[in-house]
């Protein structure tokens, strides 16, 4: 069983940056597609990006709304998955998710992120 816990949400003006990490547990991080979704309450939950174990290239994609702005990458000696964000804006607000896929997919509890106007 594996276990996500997400980090490094909070409050930040439009244009500024946050990092968001996702610590992993209970399984093979290596092997893993490892990605990030964001939901904001009364609509639909939204793939930001992901990215695949390094054996497998560690191919990343992205979102159209995110693409040169977000940046997604991992670290798997610490068993961590990022999200750099950069230029946000309002619309980026949304708790973000973290999630690990091999056979099944996972989630974390989700992080919140703001972004005031």
């Known amino acids: 069983q594996v276990q996500l816990v997400e980090s490094g949400g909070g409050l930040v003006q439009a244009g500024g940056s946050l990092r968001l990490s996702c610590a992993a547990s209970?399984?093979?991080?290596?092997?893993?597609?490892m990605g990030w979704y964001r939901q904001v309450p009364g609509k639909q939950r939204e793939l930001v990006a992901t990215?695949?174990?390094?054996?497998?290239?560690?191919?990343?994609n992205y979102a159209d709304s995110v693409k040169g702005r977000f940046t997604i990458s991992r670290d798997n000696p610490k068993n961590t998955v990022y999200l750099q964000m950069n230029s946000l804006k309002p619309e980026d607000s949304a708790v973000y998710y973290c999630t690990a896929k091999w056979i099944s997919m996972f989630w974390g509890q989700g992080t919140q992120v703001t972004v005031s106007s």
């Open positions: 990215i695949t174990s390094n054996t497998s290239g560690g191919t990343t």
């Open positions: 209970g399984g093979i991080f290596s092997i893993y597609t």
